[in-house]
Every structure is written in structure tokens, then in C-alpha cells.
């Protein structure tokens, strides 16, 4: 008898704990199956709250449907980062049903992502913006039939947001940015590559306002002027700034640009207009550049590299100089002569 209590006892107590200790390193789906493992284990893994603060939809299908059972689910009470990213299925219906379901709460709700879920609509993003008070991070990328609408809801519900993603958004305007501007003066995180209805009215407001920014990504925006770059000069605390494609930024916008002298993330690929002058200043301002790219410049020459490698040769781990015809001397050899830490030379490909 001995034998069949040991072997139960090791079912019982042993292998829920073993499975305590693995489950957190483990993908959620992982988790859930390990849930069906025995009632011992079912029962050890759903009253550990940490496992349940995650809720991975990411490329399902009937995601929207899963979403709904799953926070019907008490475990999942305290959630705080669901993703939905690329998930399929998913559709404003599912998200008003959450409204209207009594005892779904998302009070904990963190960090919210949508991105490429196309068949949302201004009404879903309402939806789930009014029972998500606490959220401060949302990803809506390549949600393409959003409109200022939905920015309102988020900002009219979602007071704390720190780090906004609208990649995509073609239909957001002037008006949504100044809604950002007006509710948002912590924001440490934008993203609007391909907004490409704003102006340089509309990312002003944001700039005077939102004065903590860390990030900022304007990539194949080229409607900007010099208006909008030297406003950039004025965020002390930027880390990262990509400017793919700003073709309208002159030397006078990015010297004013390297007075954020924190600086480690620099993408300057195709801005056709910069010529030495301002990379030089570049240079000399922000020491702490670990990429820059300046891929198809024709205006630079050997002399900013030169300029750079005196600031910048133990900090840049990447740069890529491919299609700037007047730097000569840009062979991986010349390259690592002047910066010996690099490792990647390529940022487009």
C-alpha cells in the first residue's frame, strides 16, 4: 500500500508544484493545456493570480469568441496586458457584448494590443476604451478605417496612456493630435508612421505638450516641414526619433534636432535635404547614438563620418551609409576603422 500513496502523493502535492515553478517561464497556451494535466494541478495553477495577468490571443482565430470566455473566467479578473495582435474574428459586436456581460471588469487592464485587427471600427474601440481605465499602453497599427472618433474615446476613458501606437491610422487628423496634446502632457511613447493627413499644426500642439516624450516615430511622413523638426529639438528627454522618408528636413531643423543630446536611436534614411552641417552637429550634440542611418543621402560626405567617429566610435553599433554616393571611403573595412564596435551596416534592406 505503501507504493499506490506515495504515487498519490506525488500527484497531488510534487507535480502541481513543479508545475508552479514552470508555468510562469512557459507561453500562456502552455499554461491552459497544463491545466487539464489533474484536478491537483488545475487547482494549484488557477489560484497562482500571476499566470492570469496575461491573456495571449495573437494570430488566433475566433479570437473575439475566445476573448469573451476567457475573461468570463474569474482567474482572469486581475488581467493586465491582452493581446489581440493579427488575431482573427475579432469585430466591434464582441467588444460591446464585454460592455453589456455584467462582472467583466478590465480595471487592471495595462496594456491593450489591436494591431491589424481591421474589423474594428470607432464603435469597438469606444467599447473596450470605456472599460479599460487604467490603460497606458494601446497598439491600433494598421487599423486603417479608424478615425479621430476613436481617439476620443481612448482619451476620454483612458486617462493614463503613456505609450500610444497609431501606425497606419491613414484617417487620423489634426484633431486627434490635439485631443493627445490636451490629455496626454506624460505621454513618453508615439507612433504615427503613415498618418498622413496630419500637418505640422497638429504634431505641434504635441510637441509644446507632451514634453516628456522619449519616442517618436514619424517614419514615411514627408509632408512635415522645419516647423514640426526644430519643436523636436525641444524634448530633452528623446531616445529614440526615426525621420524615414522626412523630406522636407533641412540643416536648420536637425541642428535643432541634436540638441536632444540623448539620443541613442537616430534613423535618417532618406531625408535627401541634410548635408554635412547638420550631421556634423549631430555629432557633436549626441554622443550617445547607437544606430543612425543615413541610407541614400547623397549630401554627406567622408568629412561627417569623420566628425562622428570623434563622438561616436564607442557608442554606434550600427550605421548604415549604403547610397551615400559622396561618402567614399564606406567599405566595412573603412567602416569599422572609424567605429570598431559596429556590427550591423544595413538598416533598410
Known amino acids: 500500500m505503501a507504493a499506490p500513496a506515495a504515487d498519490e502523493a506525488w500527484c497531488r502535492e510534487t507535480v502541481p508544484r513543479v508545475m508552479e515553478l514552470v508555468s ?15 484536478p491537483w494541478c488545475y487547482r494549484a495553477l488557477v489560484a497562482n493570480p500571476r499566470l492570469w495577468e496575461v491573456l495571449e490571443l495573437r494570430e488566433m482565430r475566433n479570437a473575439g469568441d475566445r476573448l469573451i470566455s476567457a475573461l468570463a473566467l474569474a482567474r482572469y479578473r486581475h488581467l493586465k496586458l491582452l493581446n489581440l495582435e493579427f488575431a482573427q474574428d475579432v469585430e466591434d459586436r464582441h467588444f460591446v457584448h464585454l460592455k453589456e456581460m455584467s462582472g467583466i471588469s478590465l480595471d487592471n487592464l495595462e496594456s491593450l494590443n489591436l494591431n491589424a485587427c481591421q474589423k474594428i471600427t470607432d464603435k469597438g474601440i469606444g467599447a473596450i476604451a ?35 501606437n497609431l501606425s497606419g491610422c491613414k484617417n487620423i487628423s489634426d484633431k486627434g493630435m490635439r485631443l493627445i496634446a490636451n490629455s496626454y502632457q506624460g505621454l513618453k511613447k508615439l507612433n504615427i508612421t503613415r498618418c498622413v493627413k496630419l500637418t505640422d ?27 514640426v523638426y526644430k519643436g523636436i529639438g525641444l524634448l530633452s528627454n528623446l531616445t529614440f526619433l526615426d525621420l524615414c522618408g522626412a523630406q522636407n528636413l533641412t540643416d ?20 535627401v535635404r541634410v548635408t554635412d552641417a547638420s550631421i ?8 550617445s547614438l547607437e544606430l543612425l542611418s543615413l541610407f541614400g543621402i547623397v549630401g554627406v560626405t567622408d568629412a561627417c563620418l569623420e566628425a562622428l567617429s570623434k563622438s561616436c566610435m564607442h557608442s554606434l553599433t550600427t550605421l548604415d551609409v549604403n547610397g551615400c554616393i559622396g561618402i567614399k571611403r564606406r567599405s566595412r573595412d573603412d567602416l569599422l576603422k572609424l567605429f570598431p564596435l559596429l556590427s550591423c551596416f544595413k538598416v533598410h534592406s
Open 24 to 38: 510562469p517561464r512557459l507561453p500562456q497556451r502552455d499554461v491552459c493545456a497544463l491545466l487539464a494535466v489533474s
Open 130 to 164: 470605456s472599460l479599460c481605465p487604467n490603460l497606458q499602453v494601446i497598439s491600433i497599427y494598421w487599423i486603417v478605417g479608424l478615425t479621430d472618433l476613436s481617439i476620443g474615446h481612448i482619451t476620454k476613458n483612458c486617462r493614463q496612456i503613456v505609450d500610444l
Open 201 to 227: 499644426d497638429g504634431l505641434t500642439e504635441v510637441l509644446q505638450k507632451c514634453s516628456l516624450l522619449e519616442s517618436l516615430n514619424l517614419y514615411a511622413l514627408s509632408s512635415f516641414t522645419d516647423k
Open 252 to 271: 536648420d531643423g536637425l541642428v535643432c534636432i541634436s540638441r536632444c543630446g540623448g539620443l541613442t536611436y537616430l534613423n535618417l534614411s532618406w531625408c
Open 280 to 287: 556634423v552637429a549631430i555629432a557633436q550634440g549626441c554622443q
